[in-house]
């Protein structure tokens, strides 16, 4: 297909996305942050997140000065946090080492925390015009069905020939609205389910059209069991506010602010007096399911009425929050569900 570039630009131009929040200019922050969101997220959740963010965050000096708490807080309900991590980082990095301009070179935007080799390749592509192949979920997708690439497309053989195919693909001009016309084409015509085939510019080469296995290609992921884990959360009340707990920076809901934790075997009573509080009653409240992507979680919380507590500060790692602040910290969402369902007199 030798005029494969060329025909999806003009398709871009005429029928691709131009009104996407982050497609005002050629600001290369606002693609980076959009690019970090988009990761894993679909357009429509993301923009809400985005125009917050970028109002409370403009460039990269307000994103770097910024607690990050605060950063986890604006992110808190989209998920896979180590991305604002990573954001947060970026920025300071960006910061000290190319004067708060975010950089232009590929090597340099790659360098950056969060940023692989696809992201980094997008905002290259879409904020400088730099000639970089992008291979995200959208376009190894698209590959697939057009080319009819057999095998999961994480799998490093089929990876790699997914991008020399993107390589290959390259236009020498024109680069950005080529890379936002794959965007597109995956996004809005080969989605995973019910493709717009009668839609699509390439329908009449498309090995999947042509073949009927649009629902085959790409090929999933080996079927795996979830594993299944389960903990007990404190929700400690006392002097109508809730105990937070500050969690460890890396691993999962890193950096964020939620409940104490203790094993299912364990007894809430007892847990919260390891934590200096004295509890005067303990009932439990009804379970809640929150699923990850490699395990899900069962989560069994527990509300504790304390008559005595310790003086906790936020450099501890704890603090005592009202109901509705606590529901608006930087919460994760199973958390924020679950303050959310307490009866008035629950957190008073």
Known sequence: MHDFAQRLIAWQRRHGRHDLPWQTGTDAYAVWVSEIMLQQTRVDTVIPYYRRFLARFPDVAALAGARLDDVLALWSGLGYYARARNLHAAARRILDRHGGVFPRRFEDIRDLPGVGRSTAAAIASLA???????????????????????????????????????????????IGAYTQGLMDLGATVCTRHCPRCDTCPFATECVAARQGRQSELPNPRPRKVLPERATVMLVLRH??????????????????????????????????????????????????IHTFTHFRLEIRPWLVAVDRCPVVAESAGRLWLAPDAARQAAVPTPVRRLLAKLAPGDGA
């Open 128 to 174: 400088h015009g730099e000639r970089h192949a992008i291979l995200d979920g959208n376009v190894r997708r698209v590959f697939c069905r057009l080319f009819g690439v057999r095998g999961w497309p994480g799998e490093r053989a089929v990876e790699a020939r997914l991008w020399r195919l993107a390589e290959s693909l390259l236009p020498e001009c024109d």
């Open 239 to 288: 002097g109508g506010e809730i105990m937070l707990e500050r969690r460890p920076p890396a691993g999962i809901w890193g950096g964020l602010w939620s409940l104490p934790e203790c094993a299912v075997d364990d007894d809430p009573a007892s847990a919260a007096e390891r934590l200096g509080c004295q509890p005067s009653a303990a009932q439990p409240l009804p379970t809640l």
